[in-house]
C-alpha cells in the first residue's frame, strides 16, 4: 500500500467516525489552562479565539464610553482667546484679571454682546476688547447700558459712541516708553507706559484728556464723560493689558486704575459665534448660537449618535434566518467523507481528525453498553474498562488523551480505536 493510501486512511475514518456518531462524544475532564483535549486546544488556546472575536467590539464599547467621559469633563479653566482674562499665554489677560480680583473687583467674562449687556449696568465698567466683530446694533447696545466703558483699540466704534475722540490712524511701530503729560490722575499713577498706536481729542471736544502722547501728539490713553455722565476710557494698545509686556513700565498701574474704578468688571472679549441679533427679543441684540438650542439638545445629540453606531453595527453584522436550500446534485456520503479526510489531511488537522475518530468511538462504544448520549466521559471510561478489562489509564489515553503530531501517530491511534471498539462490541 503506497504512502498516500496510508495516511489518508485515518482522515477519511475520522470523518465517517464523526457522520455516524450523530452527535460529540461526551464531555472529557475538566482542563486546566495547559490540558491538551482531543480538538488540539486548550484553555489558554480558546480564550485567546473568544479574545480575537470579541476585541472589536469591545473596543468601540471602550471607545465610546471614552469620549462620553471626555465630553462630561469639565471645560479648562484657560482659554487661547487673546486678552480673554484666563489666558495664561503672552497673549493673554490672565495677570490684570487676577489682580483685579485680589483687589476685590468682580471680574464676569463674557463672549457674547447678549451676557455683556446682562451683566454691565450702572456703578459697573465694561472693557470691550474689539470692535472688529461688532455691528452698530451690538455697539449702540454695549453703549446703552449705563456702564463705564473701557475701550481698546477701538476703530469705527468711537464716533458712534463720543464724539470727542478719533483714532488717529496711521502706522503703528513697535511700543515706545511715553511720559504722562497730562493731569489724569490715573495716567499720573502710571508715570511712564510702554505703548503704539494713538487717539486724538476731536476740535468738538471740551473736556476729553488725551495722556502718553507721541511725538505727533496722538495719546495711548484718553478719557472723556459722555452726555449721560459715563466714563468713556480708550487704551490703544492692546499690550497694556497683556501677559507679556503688563510689567513694563507703569502698564500695570495704568490697566488695573483703568478697569478698576467700580467695583464690577465685565470683561467682554467679542467671538464669531455671537449672532448679535435676536429674533425672539426686543432689544435687538441676542447670544451665540448654541444659545438658541433648548438645554436638552446636547445630551439628546450625543444619545442619537450613540443609537447610529449601535445600528450601524447590528445592521452590518446581522446575517438573517436560516433557509433551506435544495443542493443542485445529489453527492453520495462515501465521497463527502473521503472529500473531508482530504482537507484533513491537506491542512495538516491531526487535533480535529482525530477529535472525529474519538468522537466517533466514543458514541458507538456508550451506545452498546447502554450509556445515555449526555454521559460523562468518567461514565464512558469505566464502562469501555470493564467491558475490554483494559487499564482505566490505557482507555482515557485513547478516547481523551492529546491529539497527534503525525500521520503516522493518527494512523497508530485510528488502529487502537478500531480494536478497542472491536473489543467492546465482542467481548
Known sequence: MSTTSTTSAPTEAASAGAASAGAAAPAGPPADAGHVVGDGTTARSRAAARWRRARFPLLVVAGLVLLGVLLSLPEPRTSPVPLAPDNVEENGARAVAEVLGDQGVDVTYARTTARAVAAAGPGTTLLVTSDVLLTDAQVDAVGGTGADLVLVTPGFSLPLLTDALETAYGISGAPTPREAACADPDAVAAGTVSAAGGVRATAASSDAVVCFPDADGAGAYATVTRPDGTRLTVLSDPSLLTNDAVLDEGNAALALRALGRQASLVWYVPSFDDLGVDPTGDDGVGGSPAELLPPAAGPLALQALLVVVVAALWRARRTGRLVTEPLPVVVRAAETVRGRGRL????????????????????????????????????????????????????????????????????????????????????
Open 344 to 427: 484533513y489531511r491537506r491542512g495538516r488537522s491531526y487535533g480535529r481528525a482525530a477529535a472525529a475518530l474519538r468522537a466517533g468511538c466514543a458514541a458507538r462504544c456508550g451506545a452498546r453498553l447502554g450509556l445515555p448520549r449526555a454521559a460523562p466521559a468518567p461514565a464512558v471510561i469505566d464502562a469501555v474498562a470493564r467491558a475490554t478489562g483494559r487499564d482505566r489509564g490505557v482507555v482515557e489515553a485513547l478516547l481523551y488523551g492529546p491529539p497527534p503530531r503525525g500521520d503516522a501517530a493518527l494512523t497508530r491511534l485510528a488502529t487502537d480505536l478500531d480494536h478497542l471498539e472491536s473489543e467492546v462490541n465482542h467481548p
